[in-house]
């Protein structure tokens, strides 16, 4: 493959990433997702656009957030140099808010008045109530009744910026459940809402669309590490739930001699339901109006998923993650829950820095590689914040030792 040309390539003009992506969705949504291609490829050439989404960035969000030689880590882990892409400190915490503000301003190009998704944990539906807040559109986000008893702070964030939460009470009340929800009521509404999805997944032009908003990670991140080190990191490395963060620093270095490693959850076993390590285990399969690899039952239905992470535990990913790990230009390995939690106490102990519970995936692979590697560089996506995971973390498993 030609990594030169690679963002003019990839997606090709119907969304796929190789075999991977596409949309499958129903035909009377077809003409409301054309639009929205459409109205994405107008504004990528607006000067406008861009400006308006660089000061955003610049003045609300407090981009560029920096990178961070995190040499206490480094000496712990015991080998290769570890930096710290430190997205936890975008507003809202997480890496998130940057495709979220972009889904935003292209809702209010498109005339649009308001914004629909689903969360899981929460995030996803905290992010775009802040980005609905911010441009003054309605927001309706869609959640499992089982997740909105768990994540009680990020229901009340939302409620709080002004979101309506609707509760979705059938099948397993979590994300899969949400999402189709927040699809029927897409459907119902599609001339005044837009749906925002929240990674780089889902139906085309979502994946192409969330990857570019999220390519400013990787084209700070490039420039930042050389401009500390005068040469670039061996190996790059992010977690991956639907796989937007890791997609976001990945396009940095896409056309660059630099390993990329994606880090799954291997749960709490690698039995059937007791992980999310898509790329692993999973099989082609077509989730939510796009094919990738897909952790599936007999019949091919999505399989029950877990991870200490909430942000993790999604049964498919991300149509180009899957290209680039048939391409081999990424690889894909895990992290389980143990290690995890392993690597949240190290970081906040060493580096006085909590990572969100996804991110620890990526903290806890990089550690082992050092050593493993002895000299050298990794780069971390440290996606996002772990206040969000304090209350779980204290009352179940304690505060680490020291
Ligand atoms: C949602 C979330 C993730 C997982 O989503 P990706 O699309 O895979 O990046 C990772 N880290 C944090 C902090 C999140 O909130």
Redesign the pocket.
Known sequence: MDYQLYFKQQPDAQGFFGKFGGAFIPPELEKSFREIDEAYHDICQSHRFIAELRDIRKHYQGRPTPVYHAERLTRHAGGAHIYLKR??LNHT????LNHCMGEALLAKYMGKKKLIAET??G??GVALATAAAYFGLECEIHMGEVDIEKEHPNVIRMKLLGATVVPVSFGLKTLKEAVDSAFQSYMADYETAIYCI????GPHPFPLL?RDF?SVVGIEAREQFLEMTGHLPDTVC???????????IFSGFINDPVQLIGVEPSGRSLKYGDHAATMSYGREGVIHGFKCYLLQDEKGEPAPVYSI?S??D?PGV?PEHCMLRDESRASYVTASDQEALAAFYTLSRKEGIIP?L??AHAVAYAMKLAKEMKRGSILINL???GDKDIDFIAEQYGFGTP
């Open positions: 997205e936890d915490g997480a890496h998130k899981g944990a995030q996803h929240g990674s780089v997944v969330v999220q992010a977690c991956v739930g639907g796989g937007s963060n890791a997609m976001g992470a942000g993790l999604y991300g969100a996804e991110s996606s996002g914040r």
